[in-house]
């Protein structure tokens, strides 16, 4: 099945250090992959997205992920970490069985301390 | 994201009630989506719509039905609600084929007693 995983429920990092919130997958074919952000009492937005071409995918509000193919690895990565980046984070796969459909993970909760 | 639009934002019903929850969009996509989110298990799909008269079973339609008034209205019903569906519900759309990102509503938190 396809599929993405979040290994860490909560990852906490102080304001100022880098953050990284890691996303595994498994697909059949080119996996077309995405992050998503929830801040609290909203909806999903969407961070960037992996297609094709340059394996370092830059985003919204300063993340960035990169592809790596041989770990099938899509981390999400921030220089500098931000309180207000505090959030639930979602990696999420298209599926391509005849309706493309995202199959999202199970969510990363960041908490940036000041 | 404003332009999808979900209502109502709360929601507590007791076992048995029929409920509707309605979600429109400004963006003039065709792709519609329901999803839940339950913790610790992401985001699940209800229903997905390509169009007005194409909708589709996602994994978890069971006690669940949608109906797709208009390109930019996409509402999913609980016929006879019951406790396991307490969840906040997403609605989204999708620009695809143009860069296949979906775009969230704010959701409705839905509890049933």
């Known amino acids: 099945a396809q599929s993405v995983a979040q290994p860490e429920d909560q990852v906490n990092v102080a304001e100022g250090n880098p953050l990284t919130v890691k996303c595994t997958y498994s697909?059949?074919?080119?996996?077309?992959l995405f992050w998503y952000v929830q801040y609290p009492n909203r909806g999903l937005q969407f961070l960037l997205k992996?297609?094709?071409?340059?394996?370092l995918v830059k985003g919204s509000y300063g993340f960035e992920a990169e592809f790596n193919k041989s770990q099938t690895s899509f981390h999400l990565k921030k220089p500098s970490a931000l309180v207000s980046d505090s959030a639930l984070y979602f990696c999420?796969?298209?599926?391509?069985?005849?309706?493309?459909?995202?199959?999202f993970g199970t969510g990363t909760r960041l908490l940036v301390s000041p | 994201d404003a332009d999808v639009t979900q209502t109502p934002r709360n929601r507590i019903t007791k076992t048995g009630k029929r409920i509707m929850l309605e979600c429109s969009q400004t963006k003039g996509h065709d792709r519609m989506y329901w999803y839940r989110q339950d913790p610790g298990l992401g985001l699940r799909l209800i229903y997905y719509s390509f169009d007005v008269k194409d909708i589709n079973k996602g994994e978890i339609s069971d006690g669940y039905s949608v109906s797709r008034q208009a390109q930019a209205k996409f509402s999913l019903s609980l016929e006879s609600a019951i406790p396991n569906q307490t969840a906040l519900y997403f609605c989204?759309?999708?620009?695809?084929?143009?860069?296949?990102?979906?775009?969230f509503g704010p959701g409705t938190r839905l509890t049933v007693l």
């Open positions: 992996y297609i094709t071409g340059d394996n």
């Open positions: 697909v059949s074919g080119n996996p077309y």
């Open positions: 999420a796969v298209r599926v391509n069985t005849g309706f493309q459909k995202l199959v």
């Open positions: 989204a759309t999708s620009d695809f084929p143009s860069t296949d990102t979906q775009y």
